[in-house]
């Protein structure tokens, strides 16, 4: 038996792997942006949120991309209790200033920005 943190768990099922789903998003989602990161979301008809990191082309070598996307999961892991379900959501984030705490900020200015956080 699994226990769940409070602070919530990511799970495998919360993951967008599959392309077709990452065009969509990209083509029809709703988006946001502020300075170096951007969201695209979309309802997906579910009782839970799926979320893919994407990295734009050239984002450093794979050591930086590896620890980019690491933060991106810590963080979404760490806010997800706090955001409304039934979203399929992408957060782009750009080269730059890239540590955990730009990151914890970006991502609760663009769920904000998004209507994405709980009241």
Same mark, same amino acid.
């Given at each position: ?5 409070? =602070? ?6 919360? *993951?967008?792997?599959? %392309?077709?789903?990452? *065009?969509? +998003?990209?083509?029809? $989602?709703?988006? &946001?942006?502020? #300075?170096? &990161? ?6 997906? $008809? ?9 990295? %734009?082309? $050239?984002?450093?070598? &794979?050591?930086?991309?590896?620890? #980019?996307?690491?933060? #991106?999961?810590?963080?979404?892991? !760490? +806010?997800? =209790?706090? !955001?409304? =379900?039934?979203? @399929?959501? !992408? !957060? ?5 200033? @890239? #540590? /955990? ?6 991502? *609760? =200015?663009? /769920?904000?920005? &998004?209507? +994405?956080?709980?009241?």
């Amino acid at each position: 038996m699994e226990t769940e943190l409070k =602070t919530g768990f990511f799970k495998r099922e919360e *993951r967008i792997k599959n %392309p077709v789903i990452f *065009r969509t +998003l990209f083509k029809d $989602g709703k988006r &946001a942006s502020i #300075s170096g &990161a951007k969201i695209f979301y979309k309802e997906n $008809g579910t009782e839970m949120n799926r979320i893919g990191f994407p990295l %734009p082309r $050239g984002y450093g070598n &794979a050591v930086q991309r590896n620890l #980019s996307k690491r933060y #991106s999961r810590e963080v979404y892991r !760490l +806010l997800k =209790t706090h !955001l409304n =379900t039934g979203y @399929d959501i !992408l !957060l782009l984030v750009y080269p730059g200033n @890239d #540590s /955990f705490s730009t990151r914890c900020v970006q991502f *609760r =200015t663009l /769920f904000q920005k &998004a209507g +994405l956080l709980k009241e």
